[in-house]
């Protein structure tokens, strides 16, 4: 490395005279996360030794966080390649789905959907994972502020947040955890606040989610985090020509947030303690400074482009603007407010220091748009100007320090991936029938992944806009809506449905993603929702493995083949891999985000019971599939079938439960998912003032000879269903041919609550209060 | 004055984020209302309006103290126009933060605009945000903003704050608020009696289960709980087969609508 300015701190590394042994040295100290073959590449490239700038901006640019390289490599297996599973699955399920309310897919910083009224829809959905391991407040809030920036970066209005965290047990021994991890309460604590202060500080009501607990999240925490945008159709511009002006503006950048990107593109090591300025430091009120400036400047339609600066900072926001509209950029680094003042040229250009977004404006508007930034009371700066050269050139203090052809930046070398077959442990279970089953679902009720989110649901604000419909805690007690429903817009009742779904303990990851797709789908049509959009978030351990590979390779299959027969189009995704640490790798865990739409939102579906003597209706078929559910996690039992979906059956049992609540028939809804049948019906009545259930396993649409496992088994493609009294012949009619009956009625009275029969005619009662006790702890 | 001919401002700030519900429901009462940054009020003159509000969010990132910043900000660029603006009998309201900023200007509890802080919204009690729906017992009828409603009536209100317990400085300045009638709403149980600090009815820990204040004339008032937020039938969280028609804290903009008819 070698010094190449008197005034400035910046180096050329001579690639030329190095071997491989040097190669993996540079990659490693100067922290770039490329590999030895992705090295090699660049010293035959580069003719003159390129500066440190110029490297790290490859690093960035290449890393598995910004460019995918394992979901558009090449994956071979024992008898095939498979090239591209982003390319062979995820996106081809869209391209055959061929939605023409499919506005944008997989191109911006999100997914955009066609809505009502000239408006269109944006989701985006993140992780977080590295950041929050290490500094659980400051990596949840800056994962919220990236997705909101994703957002604002398509010109979407921010209307709705969503979370879903995974955490190691909370009352795991200090001395289970090996050195460099945290323990697990301490993450919980820090990340709750973290995404709690981001979104309400900044007035986006975060309104669906969850929580799950388990011991493969010990050492690699996941925080998802989601954003939900409207903007009019017409005003989604993007068209970045010759001659228009970057302009940066938002927060100051400083060293926070340096190597973002590449460390979470690499295993959280032993001494993690060290990367903390890895993590950025999030300031809400910044971005939602920035947001007011952002959407003005939208409205007034004075930007012919926009994009967030996240991962990479400038180098990769700046390029991506660039190369996207086929131009080149001249960038001026001198004109950047600073944190700091001795900042490495390298340290600004890939900083990713927080609230920061870059708009591309035409000559004769930039000074109109940085009055708005002004009003804003936001910092605002010229940085640069586009071009046709093709190239990105940086320049500070008169000094060219970075110089790179961007065809060349944006095509790294393709990897090759090797996926091994996966083994799928025995269904064979043993477990006697339990005596009394009343109790085992007052346990389960309380179990850490099925109680109530109550406390950590009212510490954020979710009413903020005043938009929110249907809520993540509804009726006069509070039960868990299977979705949340939006009204974005002021003069239509349509309304925007928000669901997900996420089955990581099923042990094949097949159905582990086909339950997920069909999860986020079924809870989206619980309150109404259809023409149902789906996001996909995986997070996986180290690709470089093979059996790593090969799960993830099956859990994609999935993604296709639900995705095409349930007709729900992948919009975007994103993936989070590498998530390993001394404990080993993350439980293998795909978020699925269902984002739909109901045309009239006052016909919103909520699951707490209505009236006393309706009937209620058990749809889909009940099987002996147990493995992986809540009810055998909880007894610490292995084997048990993984629930399969009949993707034709799932198909037209949704479509049909939406023309029963479109024609007036259904009164309340709720899915059956993690406890199965008992704990969906409990938590009817929990969410119930003064109605309780009878419900009679006998007469559920089973061929399993188990109460127990009738109660507790996790098939897919079942709703418990409210129906009124006078509609019940006309709903029959309607699921004629699909597996449904009448299995009990709604009851009144003082003290109505859970009434169950089981398969020996036996009666079971739980009380309201007594499972609100144990599902909310009080 | 014809209601056509009133205007209502909403004010904000960096930081402030529940401007625009606000706006929507003073307009779907045909109230015009305009939302300000207060770096536009330099151009525009407070004289314009008949109501302003202060609405919620987190102004300047709430960093020294809920509010205290805007607060500060108020009475050092725009004392004399409030001042002007209060004594008219204008109304001024403030909702959630912008009851904070009205407490730190010393608006409230007080009358005038003192500029000097004589109580203050705390933490919770619970030490955590809250989000929740609760019950609200109209105690006072001195303010406009419950002219349409029954002193006892029961309404159902959203709140959504980490800093909103309501203390006084001294028993005594409890009993002069009490005395003169400046408690407009207090937390209730389900019963409709005063919650008694009992949690989650009082969500915060506020002394005498105070919600709401006005200042002595009733021109001015406070609340923590957000009226905009529960103002049509489908914000609320109890629906039957259909949302309710409207919510309970329209009236509260009503009451403020009725007013300004009659100014």
């Keep these: ?778 | 004055m014809r209601l056509e001919k009133a205007r209502a401002c909403v004010l904000r700030v960096g930081g402030t984020n529940c401007d625009l519900e606000v706006k929507v429901a003073l307009e779907e009462l045909g109230l015009q209302t305009e939302i300000l940054h207060m770096n536009q009020l330099k151009k525009r003159r407070l004289s314009d309006y008949h109501m302003l509000v202060f609405p919620g969010g987190f102004s300047y990132g709430d960093y020294v103290r809920a509010g205290a910043i805007w607060g500060r900000q108020v009475i050092t660029k725009f004392r004399r126009d409030l001042e002007a603006f209060v004594n008219e009998e204008k109304l001024v309201m403030g909702i959630c933060n912008g009851f904070q900023v009205l407490v730190e200007a010393g608006l409230l509890p007080g009358n005038g605009v003192s500029g000097v802080p004589t109580a203050t919204l705390a933490n919770n009690s619970s030490a955590k945000y809250e989000c929740r729906w609760i019950r609200l017992r109209v105690d006072g009828k001195r303010t406009p903003f419950t002219k349409i409603m029954k002193v006892g009536e029961v309404v159902r209100i959203p709140i959504g704050h980490g800093e909103g317990r309501f203390l006084l400085p001294s028993e005594g300045a409890l009993k002069e608020l009490i005395k003169e009638g400046q408690v407009v709403f207090r937390y209730a149980l389900p019963d409709g009696k005063p919650a008694e600090g009992a949690y989650p009815h009082n969500p915060n820990g506020a002394v005498y289960d105070i919600a709401g204040i006005c200042n002595k004339k009733g021109n001015v008032m406070g609340m923590m709980p957000h009226p905009e937020r529960a103002f049509f039938g489908w914000q609320t969280p109890v629906w039957g087969a259909e949302p309710p028609e409207h919510g309970d804290g329209r009236k509260i903009f009503e009451g403020a609508v009725e007013y300004l008819k009659r100014y």
């Design chain 1, 1 to 778: 490395m070698r010094r190449a300015s008197d005034k400035l701190s910046l180096f050329t590394v001579n690639l030329s005279a190095t071997d491989d042994k040097d190669l993996v040295e540079i990659s490693k100290s100067m922290g770039l996360s490329l590999s030895l073959d992705e090295m090699r590449y660049l010293k035959g490239y580069f003719k003159t030794p390129p500066t440190d700038v110029e490297l790290q901006s490859l690093g960035q640019t290449w890393s598995e966080h910004c460019i995918h390289k394992t979901f558009k490599g090449d994956i071979r297996t024992e008898n095939r390649v498979v090239r591209g599973l982003l390319k062979n699955y995820i996106a081809r399920a869209t391209r055959d789905l061929k939605k023409p309310w499919c506005i944008s897919v997989f191109e911006d910083n999100a997914g955009i959907v066609d809505f009502d009224d000239g408006y269109v829809v944006a989701a985006k959905v993140e992780t977080h994972n590295h950041p929050s391991a290490v500094e659980p407040f400051g990596g949840a809030a800056t994962g919220v502020g990236g997705v909101i920036r994703d957002i604002l970066g398509v010109w979407g209005e921010p209307v709705a947040n969503t979370d879903v965290l995974c955490f190691g047990p909370l009352d795991i021994r200090h001395e289970e955890l090996p050195l460099g991890v945290r323990h697990p309460k301490y993450i919980y604590k820090g990340v709750v606040a973290g995404v709690g202060a981001y979104g309400n500080n900044m007035g986006i009501p975060t309104v669906s989610g969850g929580i799950l607990f388990d011991k493969g999240y010990t050492g690699n925490v996941i925080v998802y985090c989601g954003c939900i945008g409207v903007l009019p159709k017409d005003l989604y511009i993007k068209n970045t020509r010759e001659g228009d002006y970057a302009v940066m503006a938002g927060g100051k950048t400083g060293r926070d947030g340096i190597h973002g990107v590449t460390f979470a593109s690499a295993d959280l090591p032993e001494g993690s303690e060290e990367l903390r300025s890895a993590v950025q430091i999030p300031n809400p009120v910044v971005e939602e400074r920035l947001k007011r400036a952002i959407l003005r400047i939208r409205d007034g339609r004075l930007a012919s482009g926009v994009t967030d600066l996240g991962g990479g900072g400038i180098s990769c926001a700046a390029g991506e603007m660039a190369h996207r509209s086929g131009l080149g950029l001249d960038v001026n680094l001198d004109v950047v407010h600073l944190k700091e003042a001795n900042l490495a040229p390298w340290e600004i250009w890939v900083s990713e220091s927080q609230e920061r977004m870059l708009v591309s404006v035409p000559e004769g508007n930039v000074e109109k748009v940085l009055e708005i930034f002004k009003e804003e009371d936001i910092e605002a700066c010229v940085l640069g100007r586009f071009n046709r050269s093709g190239r990105i050139k940086v320049t500070l203090h008169g000094e060219v320090v970075c110089n790179l052809d961007l065809d060349f930046l944006y095509s790294p070398p393709k990897v090759t991936r090797k996926a091994a077959q996966v083994i799928i442990p025995s269904a064979r279970y043993r477990l006697d029938e339990p005596r009394d089953l009343a109790e085992e679902l007052l346990t389960l009720l309380a179990d850490p992944n099925v109680r109530s989110r109550e406390d950590v649901i009212r510490t954020y604000d979710h009413e903020v806009r005043g938009c929110t419909a249907i809520k993540p805690l509804q009726g006069e007690e509070g039960g868990p809506n299977d979705a949340a429903v939006i009204k974005p817009l002021k003069d239509s009742w349509m309304g925007l449905v928000i669901s997900c779904g996420i089955n990581p303990f099923y042990p094949d990851p097949y159905w582990m993603a086909a339950a997920s797709i069909e999860e986020a789908v079924r809870n989206n049509a619980s309150v109404g929702g259809r023409r149902v959009a789906i996001l996909d978030n995986f997070v996986w351990g180290n690709p470089e493995r093979e059996e790593r590979m090969g799960s993830l390779l099956r859990a994609v299959e999935a993604c296709y083949d639900l995705s095409t027969a349930l007709d729900v189009p992948f919009i975007s995704g994103k993936d989070s891999l590498y998530n390993e640490s001394p404990l080993g790798p993350v439980r293998p865990t795909l978020l699925i985000t269902g984002v739909g739409i109901i045309p009239d939102l006052r016909r919103a579906i909520t699951l707490d019971l209505k009236r006393e003597g309706n009937p209620i209706y058990l749809i889909g078929l009940t099987k002996d599939e147990t493995g992986g559910s809540a009810y055998f996690r909880s007894k610490g039992i292995a084997g048990g079938a993984c629930p399969k979906i009949d993707a034709k059956v799932s198909k037209r049992t949704i479509d049909t439960l939406i023309n029963a609540m479109d024609g007036g028939m259904v009164m309340a809804c709720h899915d059956l998912s993690e406890g199965g049948l008992g704990v969906a019906a409990a938590e009817m009545v929990i969410a119930s003032d003064g109605l309780g259930l009878a419900i009679d396993l006998r007469r559920a649409p089973s061929a399993v000879g188990r109460s127990d496992i009738i109660l507790f088994s996790e098939s897919a493609s079942r709703f418990l269903v409210e129906v009124e009294r006078g509609h019940a012949k006309g709903f029959e009619n309607l699921f004629k041919g699909l597996p449904h009956r009448e299995v009990g009625e709604v009851e009144g009275g003082r003290g109505a609550g859970l009434r169950l029969h089981d398969l020996k005619g036996r009666e079971l009662v739980l009380g309201s209060s007594e499972m609100r006790r144990a599902w909310r702890g009080y």
